[in-house]
Nanobody, 116 residues
Framework: QVQLVESGGGLVQAGGSLRLSCAAS????????MGWYRQAPGKQRELVAV???????NYADSVKGRFTISRDNAKNTVYLQMMSLKPEDTAVYYCNYINNYGINYWGKGTLVTVSS
């Protein structure tokens, strides 16, 4: 089993910054395929930023240049640095991990609210 615990969400004014963290524990071999998704009210869950199996990063067009994903392999932790936040970034942000068998795991989510 894998547990993912997100932290760092909160309320911020437009133009501000937040840093999300996701700590993975349990049956973790590596965090090669791990990243962030978000779901805004009334919308489908969407990719924000992820590490792919090839060691690359993939960002949603809407966050490129503003968000940065990083990781600490020793701590099995992935981070999402969010800058120049906009009201449309308001959503529940979910951590995602995919193990070597292709099984997806999700955290419970952390709410990010950006006020205008």
């Amino acid at each position: 089993q894998v547990q993912l615990v997100e932290s760092g969400g909160g309320l911020v004014q437009a133009g501000g910054s937040l840093r999300l963290s996701c700590a993975a524990s349990g049956s973790i071999r590596s965090i090669n395929r791990m990243g962030w998704y978000r779901q805004a009210p009334g919308k489908q869950r969407e990719l924000v930023a992820v590490f792919t199996s090839g060691g690359r990063t993939n960002y949603a067009d809407s966050v490129k240049g503003r968000f940065t994903i990083s990781r600490d392999n020793a701590k099995n932790t992935v981070y999402l640095q969010m800058m120049s936040l906009k009201p449309e970034d308001t959503a529940v942000y979910y951590c995602n991990y995919i193990n070597n068998y292709g099984i997806n795991y999700w955290g419970k989510g952390t709410l990010v609210t950006v006020s205008s």
